[in-house]
T-cell receptor, first 113, second 115 residues
């Protein structure tokens, strides 16, 4: 089946620093999604990317859909303590009307004040 | 404007008991997905339902697990005769069903602990 790879498993940064996370796949995705999960909560959609090469921003977040459609990255600029959480990339395995999502294992981000 | 609701948020069961997890989709959404998350893992797809129909259950274990989404009321994920390996967080997501550009909105999850 389709798999999304995220590494490293954890990242530690200082408040105010920028951080970049990567997500790769062995197969093509037509949509890339980035979610954030806070402890004890469900994933919240941060950014959705629909076209190869697309660069999209949402406040301090920027994400790009790779040209090959096999990778994406998420940048967080000027990190703040509330950026702490788990960041997942995901892509829909679209078959007809079914858009079930495949998730990466996530990257746990810690921000030191 | 309520989001996706799930209850209970935490559920403790002993081995052999039944677990019932409920999901109320966002208003106007008729598509529901269930996912399972094991510790330090990503979410894994279980089942996709539309009102009164199971569309894709390819991620569901073959035994003990079932799901429904009746015409009235919430979607239910039912686990019979629970075992310790069923301990996980179970999330549902709902959507409008707009094909490949569909956006799924997740609930806060139910954390199941099997003693």
């Amino acid at each position: 089946g389709q798999q999304l790879n995220q590494s490293p498993q954890s990242m530690f940064i200082q408040e105010g620093e920028d951080v970049s996370m990567n997500c790769t796949s062995s197969s093509i995705f037509n949509t890339w999604l980035w979610y954030k999960q806070d402890p004890g909560e469900g994933p919240v959609l941060l950014i959705a990317l629909y076209k190869a090469g697309e660069l999209t921003s949402n406040g301090r977040l920027t994400a790009q859909f790779g040209i090959t459609r096999k990778d994406s990255f998420l940048n967080i600029s000027a990190s703040i303590p509330s950026d702490v959480g788990i960041y997942f990339c995901a892509g829909p395995n679209y078959t007809g009307a079914n858009s079930k999502l495949t998730f990466g294992k996530g990257i746990t981000l810690s921000v030191r004040p | 404007n309520a989001g996706v609701m799930q209850n209970p948020r935490h559920l403790v069961r002993r081995r052999g008991q039944e677990a019932r997890l409920r999901c109320s989709p966002m208003k106007g959404h008729s598509h529901v997905y269930w996912y399972r998350q094991l510790p330090e893992e990503g979410l894994k797809f279980m089942v996709y339902l539309q009102k009164e129909n199971i569309i894709d259950e390819s991620g569901m274990p073959k035994e003990r697990f079932s799901a429904e989404f009746p015409k009235e009321g919430p979607s239910i994920l039912r686990i019979q005769q629970v075992v310790r390996g069923d301990s996980a967080a179970y999330f549902c997501a709902s959507s409008l069903g707009r094909g490949e550009a569909d956006t799924q909105y997740f609930g806060p999850g139910t954390r199941l602990t099997v003693l």
